[in-house]
């Protein structure tokens, strides 16, 4: 044997005894078994007794006293054939010594893990797809194989788990308290372990090797194996196990790991109980304003786990709202600090909600930063006086900006630099709380008034960049960010982003803008079904009143789509809304010019001579400081003129050149055809109607198509003019809305009465439906 096998190396359960079985029975001569409890006296008589030939197998030869190692070692080092097995780790100088005499005379082998051939060795009626299940539950451990259930190898047998007691109560209270902590699978650093079980690294690295030589360990990981695992904390009750959890949770703490990455440690263990619930509570709560999605999923965590609803209910609120999902009216506030907190949720809500006034309400009652935040609401219903009091209170630097630029409102080229400022400052700060708005939407709004889209565009970009305000300000952003393009007459983008934006659940203040958007899309490609269901979603939100002053501009294409759909009284409670707001801030010129556009642009929709001359002459009595404004004056004293049939072509062109400089293409467009259909002069109307379709860009606005339907009957043109008709617009309506004359389209309608065979209206009206569709009225 003097070049055999004489050390056989492995965990516990590994197959040593096997091994060493194997090589006795191959053994030419005598073998002489020495148990690992044998007297020193009588191992000196055996090896005495050892002839030449005689093979001496120890099993376990790790548990040998010294004086036993010591004889073995002069044994062999005399000739004796003597082959050993032990456990991976060598706890004496006296085992050492054997191991080198052994392996000087021979070779050591290593028994690993079993691959799945093996396993499949083991249990040769089990199907590939068990084998690997059994191999990965038990670690490839042959003992453990031939212990578990193939059905069930993750669930340890009630054998396995009286194996495994007996096991750690050998090993001692350390090994046993960590293998306790390690069956939770929660992944600590040395240091969490050492402090969980209140030990120092030498003595934590020691209970490590006692657990690894038993075979309880993964191989080349200090983790249980799976079925161990289950072994150990089968014999657990639960109060232990979350004592286990807590001590783990309170190890992280102390080490000062942050509150998600105890609470990331936790979950990893499916951990339950009160401990990891707070635990997990408070990785939401460290979430809930910087990324609201994680911490609602903690809150969820922490509900599984044992907490109670009422202890969360706030923070779960805070980051839905910044999800811009509806907010339980009733929360409770047992404490003044929950109080405050759902004074400024509730505020915040409401203004997402558009009700600025209830916005301002619920902000004022409560401390800093409430009354502060309230400055924006306060001006957005025209109630400056209460905003500049206010305005004077505590509150950190980034909101105290947002306040002076919102004071500033009444001018808004002058307060576009203080919204600068102030959307730079709120992308710096940490977010403490849901915002009624950003600086960058407030701003951009502000902006888009004074005629600067450019610097609306770009605060909002920055805003979507640096992601201020959250998820709910997102949408906000993107919503806003659409309504610019379309009124500059960019209608690719807006009508990409609105597609996309309509999946959402919106808040009535962003559903009333993306309305705005779809009715002024709509009113670009005369799609009366389109036009009528963004007034749909429009109308319960103006039925609140939930409109202010920021928001009269965007308000232009919903009040026009009400006039074209015949909502006059709605149209009219709006304006008298808007108005109130207006008399409450001593009619600023910008906003007063910009509401006096709006109810011309109304108006003229409902074809009210009158009323657009009224409109008009209102809007030259303020001295309008902005080039936007100006514009509008001057176009709306030619709509007036144009209205009462009075259509100087040089002085529409001019205006509607203004128009366009002042980034209002479309109105300019309008104007421009509103003027031409409206004049007898044929050079004239071919001159203004050129003009009106530059302006317009349908080729922009329509990929190059006039319309999505086509018909094998009917052209292109005569589909769009055939949509109108069933949509009830007279041939004067029409012909604005294609830029054609009336007569132009009573020459269509005559072709497509013949195309279709149709001798009178109603016959006209029939064919078109089954043509076009019922849902093409």
Known sequence: MSEQVRVIVGVDGSGRSHRLRQLAAHHDGPVHTIPPTITTDDLARLLDDADDGTLVAVDDVHLLEPAPLRLLTTAAANGVDVVATRRPSLPSPELAALDAALCARGTLEWLGPLDETAVAALLPRVDHTTISAVRTATGGLP???????????????????????????????????????????????????????????????????????????????DHLIPVIAHAVLAELAPAEIRARYADAANALRALGSGAVAVADTLAAADARGAEAATAY????????????????????????AGADLDSLALGRAEAAAMLGEPIDPDLRADTPHQRHRRALLMGASAAHDGRQDRAAQALLTTDSPGQVLAVASLVATGDIDTARDVAKHDAPPSL???????????????????????????????????LPDTPHAIGALAAVTAGDAATAEHLLERALHTKTGGPVADTRHRILLSWIQ?????????????????????????????????????????????????W????????????????????????????????????????????????????????????????????????????????????????????????????????????????????VLTTAADLAVAELPWEASRLAGGA????????????????????????????????????????????????????????????????????????????????????????LLAALRDELGDDQA
């Not at 212990?147 to 209270?173: D, H, K």
């Not at 509570?281 to 599984?304: C, I, K």
């Open 143 to 221: 003992a453990l194989v031939m212990a578990v259930s193939p059905e069930r190898p993750a669930s340890a047998t009630p054998a396995l788990v009286a194996r495994v007691q007996r096991t750690l109560t050998l090993l001692g209270p350390e090994a046993t308290r960590l293998a306790r902590l390690l069956a939770l699978g929660i992944e600590l650093p040395d240091d969490a372990r050492c402090h969980a079980l209140d030990v120092d690294r030498a003595r934590l690295a020691e209970a490590m090797h006692r657990l690894r030589d038993a075979g309880l360990l993964a191989e080349d990981a």
């Open 400 to 434: 105290r900006l947002l306040a002076d630029a919102a004071l500033a409102l009444p001018e808004p080229a002058d307060a576009l630099p203080a919204f600068i400022e102030a959307a730079e400052a709120a992308e710096r700060a940490d977010p403490e709380y849901v």
């Open 536 to 651: 749909h979603q429009a109308e319960p939100v103006l039925a609140r009143r939930a409109v202010d002053l920021l928001h009269i501009e965007p308000l232009e294409e919903l009040l026009v789509a009400a006039a074209r759909l015949k909502q006059h009284d709605r149209t009219t409670t709006t304006l008298a809304h808007l108005r109130a707001i207006l008399d409450r801030c001593g009619h600023p010129p910008t906003w007063a010019v910009t509401l006096g556009w709006v109810r011309c642009q109304v108006a003229v929709a409902a074809e009210d001579a009158e009323a657009t001359a009224t409109a008009a002459r209102d809007m030259s009595g303020h001295d309008a400081p902005g080039r936007r404004q100006r514009a509008q004056q001057a176009a709306a004293r030619r709509w007036a003129d144009v209205m009462a049939g009075i259509v100087e072509a040089d002085t």
């Open 676 to 763: 031409a259909i409206r004049t007898s002069e044929p050079a004239t109307t071919r001159r203004l109607l050129e003009r009106a379709r530059e302006l317009a860009d349908l080729d922009a606005l329509t990929g190059g198509e006039t319309t999505a339907a086509r018909t094998g009957t009917l052209s292109e043109r005569e589909v769009d003019v055939a949509r109108m008709v069933l949509a009830g617009r007279t041939h004067r309506e029409i012909g604005a809305q294609l830029y054609v004359s009336p007569k132009t389209v009573e020459h269509h309608v005559a072709r497509i009465r013949t195309k279709l065979g149709a001798t009178s209206r109603a016959e």
């Open 486 to 534: 379309l009124r500059t007459g960019r209608y690719e983008p807006a009508i990409a982003e609105s597609r996309r934006l309509s999946q959402l659940q919106l808040g009535g203040r962003e559903r009333l803008l993306l309305a705005a958007v779809t009715a002024g899309l709509a009113r670009r490609t005369g799609d009366i079904a389109q036009l009528r269901a963004a």
């Open 281 to 304: 509570v408070a990785a939401a709560d460290t979430l809930r304003f910087t990324a609201p999605a994680m911490a609602v999923r903690w809150y969820e965590h922490a509900l599984n």
